[in-house]
């Protein structure tokens, strides 16, 4: 079976080993979020921000996309990808789907996976190797390791909208 992500540390492998149980781990161990009058009304049921305020807000969500980029822009599998993007509004653009996709207060106003990622033609290793980048960047920010296992079962499932456009 083809694997779908090259992993080298033991962390990354304990990640990943923790990821296939991942859905089956309540949020955090923490006691689910008293309702935020900022972000629901009374007809809403509150939102879970639990992942959020894990990654440690807009603060950490900042520190996470930006060690995550200097990894991607140092890394020479795949760096050559990204020479035509404009490294700020990527950012930005990542800095809202990650809070906007674990629970925080943004709306993420970036195009679709499939369309942004059109024309790029990438590649499974290349996919592989953004997927070690990430890891190593949840490393980077020292997020515990349930916090990455969360955030890889919201993003690995994107790999079939990513990949071949
Ligand atoms: C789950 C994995 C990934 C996520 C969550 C993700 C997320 C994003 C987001 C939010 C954008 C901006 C969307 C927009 O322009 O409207 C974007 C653009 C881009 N991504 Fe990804 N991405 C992923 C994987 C990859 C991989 C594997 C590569 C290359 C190795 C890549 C290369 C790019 C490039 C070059 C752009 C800029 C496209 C442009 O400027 O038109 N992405 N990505």
Redesign the pocket.
């Known amino acids: 079976m083809r694997r779908h992500f090259v992993l080298h540390t033991p962390c990354a492998l304990l990640a990943m080993a923790l990821l296939a149980v991942a859905g089956n781990v309540a949020a955090d161990g923490a006691p689910h979020a008293a309702a935020d009058a900022s972000t629901t009304t009374a007809d809403a049921p509150a939102r879970d921000d639990s992942l959020y305020r894990a990654l440690g807000g807009e603060q950490g969500v900042a520190t996470l996309v930006e060690a995550l980029l200097q990894r991607?822009y140092a890394d020479e599998?795949?760096a050559f990808?990204?020479?035509?993007?404009?490294r700020n509004?990527?950012a930005r653009?990542?800095r809202?789907?990650?809070c906007n996709?674990s629970g925080g207060p943004c709306a993420?106003?970036?195009?679709?996976?499939a369309?942004?990622?059109s024309?790029?033609g990438?590649k499974e290793k290349?996919?592989?190797?953004?997927?070690e980048d990430?890891i190593d960047a949840m490393e980077d920010a020292r997020l515990p390791y349930r916090t990455q296992n969360r955030m890889l079962k919201i993003?690995?499932p994107?790999?079939p909208d990513?990949?071949h456009k």
């Open positions: 991607v599998r795949i990808l990204f020479a035509e993007a404009d509004n990527l653009l990542i809202e789907q990650f996709e993420y106003s970036g195009r679709s996976m369309e942004s990622h024309g790029l990438l290349e996919f592989d190797a953004f997927v990430f993003f690995a994107m790999r990513i990949l």
